[in-house]
């Protein structure tokens, strides 16, 4: 019986671009600190998102202390509360998830999956990452100098960002300031390095359209950061020059205690649009490289090829250049014009149906699949549930007549959290466990993952989904402690408490996450070259780990896509992306 591929040809052009020669190190120090080699810096870049993060999730566990037991901690004063959300929401947002997809897995993943030997500039690569450490370390400063971090909220809004009775808003600010601007000077050059290599370093066969969803993931997601940082970047430095020589850019005039400030003319409503026009693209550049994996997860756990995949990659397209038409429905409470409330509620709606094209083919991507329900597998479902789940309650949300009155409450609080954080964290998760044997050619514990991924996806459903409820009663945001308010009955303190305890769970068994990486590193069960039996180019290495220049003499050459899997009337139930049609067609018939 002959087999029926997708897209398969025999024939792939010669090479367009030489091979350039690259850098060997000869020390240790060359070879793991200064590095050139993109695998060794994704790694950089994943321990330092990694322990910045941790960072946050202690201040999380702070935060939720002060709400689910008022004035228990004498530590924690209304100050130091609103400078544990602000650091919180920050750090999540921009320097664990921008960072890691980015960084982590757009360094490792891309120069293997495309082919390549490397990133087209190593030694720009290596400057990106120390400039992104060097942002890390001038936000972390921010917590030991007068006055402490800046804790205006991590929308950073002016006049009361920069405005003195708000903790940190003299070296708190300015720290958070400047490092916010040498995290983007730092991504650029990244970033220049993603979208080039992903354009220029091909290998022979590996067309457009034969690239993993994971690699346009990322390559789109690069794309709208470089667009859309630099607004935040002007912002960053416009609002330092009004703090720090008295301009007028975002402060308004303002009379406190009968004295006349030392500004006038500032508009404050300028930096939301500048923080917004980059904050929802910021969304899609976390959620697009999080989509791209989840479809690859799918694939190749399922043993099924990817529904819809050109309909996909345009879905991934779409999302990206309607994400800078969207920005103002963070603002309806703004005073805006109706109509300007209407155009941006529409396109609010018109951007969900690119992205329920992605979850209708996820879902007939598992349909009549052979799913094996391993870990990464369990944490792309539970992706899958969860964005449904985030993005039913972003449809209350983008709709003005009922945003108003939602806006400011715990709903809002639970809706981000739910797209914006459990969401791309579980696909952080299950791309862990997916490419951790490529990493270290070690399994991760299979026990300790299953156990991982269920209590954090359930924990994370009994903190969320009361915090709905919250917010529909009214309880607002961002505050040190409710009260006796009238409206917010008793339930919502009990629900508080309920809140803290699972946060409190979830939060420690990332512990046994971070235990399994380090005990599977040394003890764990040797992986081999390709555990998932996956067709994409960087299961294909003759080593693993991959060594410094990833395929050894010669690169591979790219036959097919990247979704071979079950092909009917096929031997094996998966065919790699470099297996030229005439072996595959000799396995068929040596098995017959």
Known sequence: ??????????????AEVEEVELYHPKTWVGKYVWSQDAKVIAVQYAMTAMGIGLVALVLSWLMRLQLGYPNSFSFIDPSNYLQFVTMHGMIMVIYLLTALFLGGFGNYLIPLMVGARDMVFPYVNMVSYWVYLFAVLLLVASFFVTGGPTG?????????????????????????????????????MGGLNY?????????????????????????????????????????????TLDLTLGTSFFMPAIVSMGQQGGHSGGNPLLFQHLFWFFGHPEVYIVALPAFGIVSDLLSVHARKNIFGYRMMVWAILAIGGLSFLVWAHHMYVSGMNPY????????????????????????????????????????????IFTFINGGLTGLFLGNAT???????????????????AVAPILVVFGAIYHWYPKITGRMLNDTLGKFHFWVTFVGTYFIYYPMHYLGMMGVPRRYYAIGGTDFIPASAHFVNEWITIAALVVGAVQLVFLYNLVWSYFKGKPSGSNPWNATTLEWQTPDTPPKHGNFGAA?????????????????DDFIPQNVPPREVAGRNSSKT
Do not use: C
């Open 1 to 14: 019986m002959s087999y029926v591929a997708h897209d398969e040809s025999a024939f792939a052009p010669p």
């Open 152 to 188: 205006a909220g991590w929308t950073l809004y002016p006049p009361q960002a920069i405005a003195q009775g708000t903790p940190g808003a003299s070296w708190g600010i300015i720290l958070m300031l400047v490092s916010l601007a040498f995290f983007i000077v730092g991504f650029t």
């Open 195 to 239: 979208v080039v290599t992903v354009l220029q370093a091909r290998t022979r066969g590996m067309t457009m359209m034969r690239l993993p969803l994971t690699v346009w993931g990322i390559f789109m997601a690069t794309i709208l950061a470089l667009l859309a940082f630099p607004a935040l970047f002007v912002s960053a430095i416009m609002m």
């Open 340 to 383: 300007f409330g209407f155009f941006f509620a529409t396109t609010t709606l018109i951007i969900a149906v690119p992205t329920a094209i992605k979850v209708y083919n996820w879902v007939l991507t598992l349909w009549r699949g052979n799913i094996h329900l391993t870990v990464p597998m369990l944490f792309a479902i539970g992706f």
């Open 402 to 420: 009922v945003s108003v009155p939602l806006s400011d409450t715990m709903f809002v609080v639970a809706h981000f959290h739910m797209v914006m």
């Open 555 to 571: 690169l591979p050459v790219v036959y097919r896509w990247a979704y071979d899997y079950s092909v009917p009337g096929a031997v």
